[in-house]
């Protein structure tokens, strides 16, 4: 009971947080001067076709782009009427890209699932990675693997994600004939599920996984590996072996468990910096998600576009930061959140 | 000292047994924080070297010019894309001190590209302490002495030339200057930014701790890079390289505060309830003084090593928003412009080295954690 309530408290707090978090974007979206209707009405003005501007124009009036900014925030959001009634966010209405000149569900369409599965993928190889090579580290420490594990992992933060997409790239190609580039044989796009597909998806997953994973399995594995040296100098730890306990066994059972928690619980700190690196990623290697879109519509002014991919992608990482705080409270009984106001 | 004319001398002080334990101890004890911080910090010797070779970078920052063969936009129009040119010492067996061949491009047919074909006859020197293109040292004086420069009617590309025929090596250098103060100039923002809300929430509480922390929760749960990318866009195009550059490593550190902020508070929230505290506010201090004299002094150096940590973040940041074209734009010269040419296959593939700009930003990185690691270890020199 206490945990559902716990449930229901963070998920409140979580839609309180992401409407701070799209006024936030809207303001941002909106601080370079003027709009791309304006920006176009300008430039259809000069070159003297009085025919495109009353499009513009018309366009303007359509998407209350005429209107005070805060009501053109709530008309967005879907709060206040807009020309047509209630129509924003919450109606699914997600608004129109200008740039495209198609409405930005059609844009994003496919790469909103896309960009879900390249991050859970990302984040089940931190796990995969992070858990066996910090134990290991501090089981070993003072070894020759702790000290590799400790270069590698320095070095896995130092270099910037883009760059090791590009050679990982170009050495996968050229040794393990890896594709380059897409998140899918071009041939599978558009065609419903298969096993061929999800195949060449999984293909394709290889490298973004890897480069997007690296800088934070490298943080996460040296803060697994100084947690497990603060509880592997606990007295209980010299007692277990002292009895005879196997090391491998004793490892798992008891310091493994304390370690643990504070792993799950920096999910919430590493989902931001896991998710802007994927934005990062898939503009340079080209990957079908909401990355290029995202740097296309800021750099053209395409405010609405813009807008609902930086919206989407807060929301992926509240929905992940929240999940990691439940699953927190889910394994350690030690946390309990009664005496908060549900 | 006594002589007591038998060959022995005696000191007139009274004898101590105590007095070499008793000195030893009391050095250590009256040597002020910094002299046991220094003296921990020593045995790091990661974070030794590695702050050492910071200093030295940022040392080097105003003279950059100087030792840059090339001016920054200084374009060799028959040489694009030339790969690195070797130095070497011994033609032929005899010593004539560094010198490099002269390189011809020549149309390779076949692969349609131009190949760069060294003239292993022509042995030519470098020249040192040489005259080349302006430039301003330290930003001020107008000069053209180089360090060294390319001989005559040869060019001397260490680490290659890019697209337009710019010196690599020389671009590194002048990106440098950028490159590096970005994170100074982001880290400094944060720094203000993170210390004054930190020590309001944690001083004050209640109601202005309950919005700071409810802030800090929304800042720290959103990824940066879509915001640095979206507050970027922001930036007028017509804006000059300085005024851009000021911007961008502004609002790298707009984002940044928060996870400082909260270590602040941390602090002071259980710093408050001490004495020392109740006793400067009931001389009448204000809550600024109490801050600034009693307060913040107790962990700055902490928040420094923290700082340090977080600056290579900036670093990357601003790499990775001029490599996408949002952040420094050319003319202006940083590490992630310069890889800004490397953005595709086919360039890392045929010209490997315009790659290069990655290697210093990897040392540099590396090297600031690495200091970072050894500030935080030794900065609380009490503790075992």
């Known amino acids: ?342 | 000292m006594t002589d007591r004319n038998d060959d022995r001398f005696v000191d007139d002080a009274p004898f101590d047994p105590q007095a070499s334990v008793q000195q030893l101890e009391r050095a250590d004890l009256d040597a002020p924080n910094w002299v046991l911080v220094w003296r921990k910090f020593r045995t790091h010797k990661l974070g030794l070297i590695s702050g050492i070779f910071l200093l030295l970078c940022y040392l080097m920052l105003p003279f950059a010019g100087f030792i840059a063969p090339y001016g920054p936009n200084e374009r060799n129009g028959e040489h694009l894309y030339a790969p690195p040119q070797s130095v070497n010492w011994f033609h032929e067996g005899a010593f004539i001190g560094p010198y490099v061949y002269p390189i011809v491009a020549e149309a390779d047919l076949e692969t349609f590209q131009w190949k760069f074909v060294p003239d292993t006859e022509d042995p030519r020197p470098i020249r040192f302490f040489c005259e080349g293109s302006e430039y301003r040292l330290a930003g001020l004086i107008p000069t053209d002495t180089h360090l060294f420069c390319a001989p005559e009617g040869a060019t001397l590309f260490l680490w290659g030339s890019d697209r337009l025929g710019r010196d690599i090596f020389s671009r590194i250098l002048y990106g440098a200057q950028l490159s590096l103060t970005v994170g100074l100039i982001g880290i400094s923002v944060s720094f203000f930014l993170g210390i004054l809300f930190g020590s309001m929430a944690g001083y004050f509480g209640g109601r202005i701790d309950w919005v700071i922390n409810r802030v800090i929760e929304v800042l720290r749960s959103l990824p940066e890079l879509p915001l640095w990318l979206a507050l970027s866009a922001a930036v007028p195009s017509n804006w000059s390289p300085v005024a851009v550059f000021f911007i961008i490593s502004i609002i790298l550190g707009i984002l940044d505060w928060p996870g400082l902020a909260r270590s602040v508070r941390a602090k002071f929230l259980s710093l408050r309830e001490e004495e020392y505290v109740r006793a400067a506010e009931m001389m009448g201090a204000s809550s600024g003084r109490v801050i600034r004299k009693h307060l913040l002094p107790n962990f700055m150096s902490h928040l420094i090593a923290s700082a340090t940590l977080s600056i290579p973040a900036m670093i990357l940041g601003e790499t990775a928003l001029s490599f996408l074209g949002l952040g420094l734009r050319a003319p202006a010269v940083s590490w992630g412009v310069m890889l800004n040419d490397a953005q595709n296959l086919a360039s890392i593939e045929i010209y490997p080295w315009t790659a290069i700009p990655m290697l210093p930003i990897i040392i540099i990185v590396l090297a600031f954690n690495f200091l970072g690691d050894g500030l935080r270890d030794s900065l609380d020199p009490y503790q075992q």
């Open chain 1, 1 to 342: 009971m206490i945990m559902l309530r716990y449930v229901v408290y963070r998920f409140f707090t979580m839609l309180l947080t992401l409407l701070v978090v799209s006024v936030l974007i809207f303001v941002i979206i909106n601080l370079p001067p003027g709009d791309y209707l304006s920006n176009q009405i300008a430039e259809l003005q000069a070159s003297g076709q009085s025919a495109g501007v009353a499009k513009a124009e018309f366009l303007r009036a359509e998407y209350a782009l005429d209107r005070p900014m805060w009501e053109q925030y709530l008309i967005w959001m879907g709060f206040w009427p807009g020309p047509h009634g209630f129509s924003g966010l919450l109606q699914g209405n997600y608004g129109w890209s200008f740039e495209f000149d198609r409405p930005v569900s059609d844009i994003v369409g496919d790469t909103l699932w896309l960009t879900v599965v390249v991050n859970l993928a990302a984040i089940l190889f931190v796990y995969a990675v992070a858990l066996p090579l910090g134990v290991l580290a501090a089981a070993k420490s003072r070894t020759w693997i702790d000290y590799t594990s400790a270069f590698v992992g320095y070095l896995g933060l130092a270099t910037p994600n883009f760059l090791l997409a590009l050679i990982l790239f170009y050495y996968g190609h050229q040794y393990f004939n890896l594709p380059i580039g897409g998140l899918m044989d071009p041939s599978f796009e558009g065609q419903p599920m298969s096993w061929e597909k999800l195949k060449s998806i999984l293909i394709h997953l290889i490298v973004p996984t890897f480069v997007i994973g690296t800088s934070g399995a490298s943080a996460m594995m040296q803060r697994l590996r100084a947690n497990m040296l603060d509880e592997l100098g606990k007295p209980y730890v010299e007692t277990a072996i002292a009895k005879g306990m196997a090391p491998s066994r004793m490892l798992t059972k008891y310091p493994l468990r304390v370690a643990f928690n504070p792993f799950v619980a920096d999910i919430g700190n590493l989902l931001p910096s896991m998710i802007s690196g994927s934005v990062l990623v898939s503009v340079v290697l080209g990957l079908q998600t909401i990355g290029p879109t995202l740097l296309t519509a800021l750099k053209t002014q395409d405010q609405f576009l813009s807008a609902f991919v930086l919206m989407f992608v807060a929301l992926l990482t509240l929905i992940g930061t929240m999940i990691s705080d439940i699953l927190l409270v889910m394994l350690d009984p030690r946390i309990r959140y009664e005496g908060r106001e549900a």
